[in-house]
């Protein structure tokens, strides 16, 4: 079985101010990790994504996630955030289960950033 | 953008009525998910699809059937509405089953069941 954890359903940073959003998860094999978000009445899209190598991943819009299997977090970071990054995330875990993608998604983070 | 047309777009409709809403893709992509998304619940599998006519439940398929005649289309079907079915509903493609791949996401249809 897998599941992910999302701390927190809701976080306010300032503009310019450090975003963190925090993701663990449980899996029985090793997890492929996405990040996604979504912008109000849109869909989702993939922020970043690791399955294999490097731990430290880089995505879109200057966010990045780290893979840290001995505390099994995937913490979603960007430097310094921007009013465009007003948005809710979803940490999401996969694994190959018999023929289908299984994705067991977060319950979602709503970022928003104060000017 | 991945090509994902989901229709309608909003619906409102009566306890009791049937209800089709309809994923349209363009990506020729194999597999088709429907997912719906309520607050506090994130997003949770109803049904998918991994080719045509081959298709196969979620998590919370009860009350829900689906159809893949078309490699482009897939249909879901409430058979008879509740308020509990009140949600946004969202198609999302993908063309791997490996799990590293990515996720499309058709941008919803919300469904108020009166």
């Known amino acids: 079985a897998q599941s992910v954890t999302q701390l927190g359903s809701h976080v306010s940073v300032s503009e310019g101010a450090l975003v963190l959003l925090r993701c663990n998860y449980s899996s029985s094999v090793p997890p492929y990790l996405f990040w996604y978000v979504q912008y109000p009445n849109q869909g989702l899209q993939l922020l970043l994504k690791?399955?294999?190598?490097?731990?430290l991943v880089k995505g879109i819009n200057g966010f990045e996630a780290e893979f840290k299997k001995s505390e099994t977090s995937f913490h979603l970071t960007k430097p310094s955030a921007h009013m465009s990054d007003a948005a809710e995330y979803f940490c999401?875990?996969?694994?190959?289960?018999?023929?289908?993608?299984?994705?067991?998604f977060g319950t979602g983070t709503k970022l928003q950033v104060i000017p | 953008d991945a090509g994902i047309t989901q229709s309608p777009r909003h619906k409102v409709t009566e306890t009791g009525t049937p209800v089709t809403l309809r994923c349209h893709q363009t990506?020729?992509?194999?597999?088709m998910y429907w997912y719906r998304q309520d607050p506090g619940h994130g997003l949770r599998l109803i049904h998918y699809?991994?080719?045509?006519?081959?298709?196969d439940k979620g998590e919370v398929s009860d009350g829900y059937s689906v159809s893949r005649s078309k490699t482009e289309d897939f249909l879901l079907t409430l058979e008879s509405a509740t308020s509990s079915q009140t949600s946004v509903y969202f198609c999302a493609i993908s063309e791997s089953s490996q799990g590293t791949g990515e996720l499309f996401f058709g941008e919803g249809s919300r469904l108020t069941v009166l």
């Open positions: 990506e020729n992509h194999r597999y």
């Open positions: 999401a875990v996969t694994l190959n289960s018999g023929g289908y993608q299984k994705v067991t």
């Open positions: 699809s991994y080719g045509v006519k081959d298709t």
């Open positions: 690791y399955t294999t190598g490097a731990t």
